[in-house]
């Protein structure tokens, strides 16, 4: 079964500073990767998504994600970061093809400071 | 095109209470999932319907939870009675067979038992 970990419970950064939140994940083969966003007492917005091909992939808002398959990894950056930036972010892993539900990490809380 | 539509989007209730959620899927998504997100925990699968049919209820606890889809459109979760570990958000998302498993959710519900 696939598995997701994302190390930081909260990272704290300064507006305008760059990004990066780490997740490492657990597949025996090659996963289907997501990064959603989650802004408080909304549902879960889809940032990005890896199914194939270029491991650097581009999402929304600026944010981008570099899948590592030697690192089993799917980490997600941004350059400059914006006060409206501060959520909490999911990485999530899926499994084969169809409708395996996506499994979660436990998610990291972004703060943004001035 | 219409996201994923839940209702209510609180509730609070009593103890040993009733409870009943709904969804309304994205128009022509097979399938649907409910989801339960613990305070500082990522979504966590409760049930997954392919059409009309449930193919992983696995991690739903059918002692007090019950789910249903009829016409494998709309969906309602019941909790019955409920518990004080119950309170939660429960968010339901859904997704298109054919491809990888993106799912899209709604706003989701936070239940809050006392």
């Known amino acids: 079964a696939q598995s997701v970990t994302q190390p930081d419970i909260h990272i704290t950064v300064s507006e305008g500073a760059s990004l990066e939140l780490r997740c490492n994940y657990s597949?025996?083969?090659?996963?289907?990767l997501f990064w959603y966003v989650q802004s408080p007492g909304q549902g879960l917005q889809l940032l990005l998504k890896?199914?194939?091909?270029?491991?650097l992939v581009q999402g929304i808002k600026g944010f981008e994600a570099e899948f590592k398959r030697s690192q089993s990894s799917f980490n997600l950056r941004k350059p400059s970061v914006h006060w409206s930036d501060a959520a909490e972010y999911f990485c999530?892993?899926?499994?084969?093809?169809?409708?395996?539900?996506?499994?979660f990490g436990k998610g990291t809380r972004l703060s943004v400071i001035a | 095109e219409a996201g994923v539509v839940q209702s209510p989007r609180y509730k609070i209730i009593e103890k040993k209470q009733p409870v009943a959620f709904w969804c309304n899927p994205i128009?022509?998504?097979?399938?649907l999932y409910w989801y339960r997100q613990n305070l500082g925990q990522g979504p966590e699968l409760l049930i997954r319907?392919?059409?009309?049919?449930?193919?992983?209820d696995s991690q739903l606890p059918k002692d007090r939870f019950s789910a249903e889809r009829l016409k494998g459109v709309d969906s309602t979760l019941k909790i019955q009675p409920a518990e004080l570990g119950d309170s939660a958000v429960y968010l339901c998302?859904?997704?298109?067979?054919?491809?990888?498993?993106?799912?899209?959710f709604g706003q989701g519900t936070r239940l809050t038992v006392v």
């Open positions: 597949y025996g083969a090659t996963p289907y």
């Open positions: 890896y199914f194939s091909g270029d491991t």
């Open positions: 998302a859904s997704s298109t067979r054919t491809g990888a498993p993106e799912a899209f």
């Open positions: 999530a892993v899926g499994a084969g093809s169809g409708n395996t539900p996506l499994v």
């Open positions: 319907y392919e059409n009309e049919e449930a193919v992983d």
């Open positions: 128009s022509g998504h097979n399938t």
